[in-house]
């Protein structure tokens, strides 16, 4: 699976902004896809999953509500809409697939986008 991450940008706080990932090459299907970030001196970390199904979603305690992940699996693309942005949600972004089921935890992906950059300003 080749993942191709798209959108993010800058954006003030109390902003919106989304990015998107593009899956290609071997099946889409049955995987859980999720969203990772990673801001500069941190490790990466969790910030939204989704099941092939959609009925599974999950999303870091930090997000509060403030995020939605969602996928269009006749695209092969999962989104993630990132609303009341802060500061401190400044960071690249990883969109990933894991076929090894539900999974939020960086090892349990296997294939990996390239990350696209969110810079949320005071």
């Known amino acids: 699976v080749q993942l191709q991450a798209s959108g993010g940008g800058s954006v003030q706080a109390g902003g919106s902004l989304s990015v998107s990932c593009v899956a290609s090459g071997r099946t889409f299907r049955g995987n859980v896809m999720g969203w990772f970030r990673q801001a500069p001196g941190k490790e990466r970390e969790f910030v939204a999953g989704i099941s092939w199904s959609g009925s599974t979603i999950d999303y870091g305690d930090f997000v509060k509500g403030r995020f939605i992940i969602s996928r269009d699996n006749a695209k092969n693309t999962v989104t993630l809409q990132m609303n009341s942005l802060k500061p401190e949600d400044t960071a690249v972004y990883f969109c990933?697939?894991?076929?090894?089921?539900?999974?939020?935890?960086?090892?349990?992906?296997?294939?990996w986008g390239q990350g696209t950059q969110v810079t949320v300003s005071s």
């Open positions: 990933a697939a894991s076929s090894a089921g539900w999974a939020t935890v960086t090892y349990e992906y296997a294939y």
